[in-house]
């Protein structure tokens, strides 16, 4: 149905994926009434978890969408390494459950929903794509004789007979055979071409999953038949509560799943195109790859963070650091050095760099062993360094209460980092963070071993339990856990929690509220800059507040 190009956006300084629709305007004039009415339709749909449509148009009788670029990649391609975890499926299904819910409340059936429609932002966060593409490949009917919209492998029964009422539970019926593909690597039907994979959707009963992963619980078995009841009215009525069930097993399950058999990996299968013809017969094989996925870590015991005092300045030290941050704001401000926002492949970012002022290392004592302060502030004092910049995408501040940084715009990330290269790279970093609004959505945390605005580590958490490490390089996003994003209960929703980051060697630990979450070894940086990090996946934008920022380094 198109072709999909990496593109920039120099206007708004970002990637864009360009969607190049595979019809010739001056051959069917008809199609350009629908593609706008369509382009349209798609262009109001707004979800965290659906990818948003920025611009549509046409250029030499080619129509275009241009769409948000996710730099993760399809969740096709993540099943391919090898069957998930089912607490990691729960959370993809969880994550984009609302937003099936979202649209369909409106009326709007996605038709095609698939792993290859479902594709991960540069912090593994899934979306989902094609929303429209498959009611304009309806429009294009008249000129293939085409009856049938959707991939065979994920078509509910309705889909395969032709029926013109679909309704939101035949993507619910998707996402049962989804969720069946990401625990096994394969589809629960297969066969040798696409119309007999079809025609098992309609005659065949649903395989136990328990019999090809004895580690999960049988009572999946219960969610995926209800999920694809081959009579619609015996589905569930929503993809939340489909989503509900699974977490509610997930959490119930309290061991890890098993490794599963080495065996199990995905089949070679057919890929087919969005719009498919039920009368021709094609196959087309994909080589596929498996790996192993590591379990996550038990959150075990941590020390508490090194003990310090934070004291605050006198009226005369503030009066006589005032005089001397006026002159060093008129000068960093005539050499470009003042400002925090930073570019890093997300809309919404400019650059910059945060200043922040000296601190002489001391040595403290920690339960174990002497650590050595390199900076710390409890923002107390508004001319501590930190940025106060406002803009229409987002804004730094100093309040009574601690530092917040907002960021105003979906898909954007901020940051404001320290001035110098504290220690000699084997550092940790702690910070108390937490998230002003409950009710909207973004990651946030800590970053280390900053080279430059192109190469760093990045440790965020979210007010839902979920966390994860990772690197951005050349430039490009990479979550360094294999299943992308953890969860955990040692992070408390909508309270403060006490957050580490330690860096040592090529050993990168996350510490939440004193609990090792997890780790990972990463060899490409050793040393830089520290800071902090916000980033928003919430159409109302999000604010976090920071307090207590420490940077420490192993003592002698």
């Not at 008129?330 to 650059?351: I, M």
């Not at 946030?444 to 580590?457: A, K, P, T, V, W």
């Not at 969860?487 to 330690?502: F, V």
């Amino acid at each position: 149905m198109a072709a999909v190009y990496l593109a920039y956006d120099p206007s708004f300084r970002r990637n864009v994926a360009i969607k190049l629709v595979s019809v010739n305007l001056q051959e069917n004039p008809v199609f350009r009434t629908r593609f706008e009415r369509e382009a349209q339709l798609i262009a109001k749909i707004e979800h965290p978890a659906i990818v948003p449509v920025y611009d549509f148009g046409e250029q030499d009788n080619q129509p275009y969408l241009v769409m948000r670029y996710m730099p993760g990649g399809p969740l096709a391609d993540k099943i391919k390494e090898g069957p998930l975890t089912l607490d990691y499926a729960s959370q993809i299904i969880s994550q984009i459950a609302p937003a099936l819910d979202a649209v369909h409340s409106q009326g709007i059936v996605h038709r095609d929903l698939k792993p290859a429609n479902i594709l991960l932002d540069g912090f593994g966060n899934p979306a989902i794509s094609d929303f429209g593409i498959a009611h304009l490949a309806l429009a294009t009917t008249d000129l293939t004789g085409s009856g049938i919209i959707g991939t065979p492998s994920y078509m509910s029964p309705e889909q395969v007979r032709g029926e013109d009422d679909l309704d939101g539970r035949s993507d619910i019926y998707a996402l049962g055979v989804i969720l069946f593909e990401m625990l096994t690597c394969n589809g629960p039907f297969r066969a040798a071409t696409p119309l007999s994979v079809a025609l098992k959707h309609l005659t065949d009963p649903i395989p136990s999953i328990v019999s090809i992963r004895p580690d999960l619980p049988g009572e999946l078995d219960t969610i995926l038949h209800k999920a694809m009841a081959k009579n619609r009215d015996l589905r569930y009525a929503s993809a939340s509560e489909l989503a509900l069930d699974l977490r509610g097993l997930a959490d119930a399950t309290q061991d890890k799943p098993k490794p599963a058999p080495q065996s199990l990996k995905p089949a070679p299968k057919e890929e087919i195109a969005t719009e498919v013809d039920a009368r021709e017969d094609s196959n087309l094989s994909f080589p596929s790859s498996t790996s192993q996925r590591a379990d996550s870590l038990q959150a075990i015991p941590r020390p508490s963070k090194p003990a310090t005092q934070f004291k605050r300045p006198s009226i005369l030290q503030i009066a006589v650091i005032a005089g001397l941050g006026l002159f060093l704001v008129a000068l960093c401000s005539s050499v470009g050095l003042l400002g925090a926002w930073t570019k890093f492949g997300l809309p919404g970012l400019f650059p910059g760099q945060n200043q922040t002022t000296d601190s002489t290392p001391t040595a403290i004592a920690t339960n174990n062993s002497q650590a050595i302060v390199l900076y710390e502030d409890d923002f107390s004092n508004a001319l501590s360094g930190w940025p106060t910049i406002q803009n229409d995408r987002g804004r730094y501040s100093y309040q009574p209460d601690g530092y917040h940084i907002v960021v105003d715009e979906i898909g954007a990330a901020v940051w404001a980092k320290t001035s110098e290269r504290y220690g000699n790279g084997n550092t940790s970093i702690y910070v108390d963070t937490k998230p002003i609004t409950e009710d909207k959505n973004g990651y946030y945390g800590l970053l280390c071993r900053m080279q430059d605005d192109e190469s760093f580590y990045f440790f965020v958490i979210q007010s839902n339990g979920s966390y994860t490490i990772g690197k951005y390089k050349n430039p490009e996003f990479r979550l360094l856990f294999s299943e992308g994003w953890r969860q955990s209960d040692a992070i408390k929703p909508g309270q403060t929690n006490h957050l580490e980051a330690e860096c040592n060697a090529d050993q990168l630990r996350l510490y939440v509220n004193n609990a090792l979450l997890g780790e990972v070894t990463d060899p490409d940086f050793t040393s830089g800059y520290s800071g902090l990090l916000a980033v928003s996946i919430d159409s109302q934008g999000f604010e976090v507040l920071f307090n207590n920022f420490l940077i420490t380094e192993p003592g002698q």
